[in-house]
């Protein structure tokens, strides 16, 4: 069974970098049939998406969040990662990593997210 | 790229049917058959209950059907059951790949 779990800072400070990993167990990171993402919600709002890996390190971002940031595989370590600079209270939510089917751009496993809250 | 529209709350007393909408634009949802839905209860993973608009994925039961109309997706639960009181969500693959989901509709079981 696949499993996904996010690790990284609780508590990030405002115009710091926010880095999150996400380690998948159970399953390859380098099938050919699957991305990676990073979800997120704010407290009190929908979910919003912020970006994929595919494992040959090909990205793509939601257009939104593009200037800030930056996913990253280890397929050695079977894990992906989240780089979001400059962060304000707006970004302060519980952050979830995905995989994303290819073949049908269907998020079918998330892990059980992190929150991460900004503040000083 | 903005939100898909869902109700906020809807209810439903046991072994009735309920149905949520999510509504997007001719860019994402009225475009594109990649539309799934999730079930989160909070503080656990997201469960993909719904894909390419209404196929079901394995182990779900078939309470639980989807389908499109236009740009409005909809998501109807029947026989509701307790335990299907959750936080539902909607996504749609936008183009270019970029994926927009929606803002989210609890659902209360009276």
């Known amino acids: 069974q696949l499993q996904l779990q996010e690790s990284g800072p609780g508590l990030v400070k405002p115009s710091e970098t926010l880095s999150l990993t996400c380690i998948v167990s159970?399953?390859?990171?380098?099938?050919?049939?699957?991305?990676w993402g990073w979800i997120r919600q704010p407290p009190g709002k929908g979910l919003e998406w912020i970006g994929n890996?595919?494992?040959?390190?090909?990205?793509d971002y939601n257009p939104s969040l593009k200037s800030r940031v930056t996913i990253s595989v280890d397929t050695s370590r079977t894990q992906f990662s989240l780089k979001l600079t400059s962060v304000t209270a707006a970004d302060t939510a519980v952050y979830y990593c995905?995989?994303?089917?290819?073949?049908?751009?269907?998020?079918?496993?998330w892990g059980q997210g992190t929150l991460v809250t900004v503040s000083s | 790229q903005s939100a898909l529209t869902q109700p906020r709350s809807v209810s439903g007393s046991p072994g009735q049917s309920v149905t949520i909408s999510c509504t997007g634009t001719?860019?994402?949802?009225?475009?594109?058959?990649?539309v799934s839905w999730y079930q989160h209860h909070p503080g656990k993973a997201p469960k993909l209950i719904i894909y390419?608009?209404?196929k079901w994925p394995s182990g779900v039961p078939d309470r639980f059907s989807g389908s499109k109309s236009g740009n409005t997706a909809s998501l109807t639960i029947s026989g509701l059951q307790a335990e299907d009181e959750a936080d539902y969500y909607c996504?749609?693959?936008?183009?270019?790949?970029?994926?927009?989901f929606g803002g989210g509709t609890k659902l209360t079981v009276l």
């Open positions: 995905a995989r994303l089917r290819y073949f049908d751009w269907t998020f079918d496993y």
């Open positions: 159970g399953g390859s990171i380098t099938s050919s049939d699957y991305y």
């Open positions: 890996i595919y494992y040959s390190g090909s990205t």
């Open positions: 001719s860019s994402d949802v009225g475009t594109y058959k990649y």
């Open positions: 390419d608009v209404s």
């Open positions: 996504c749609s693959y936008a183009g270019r790949y970029t994926w927009v």
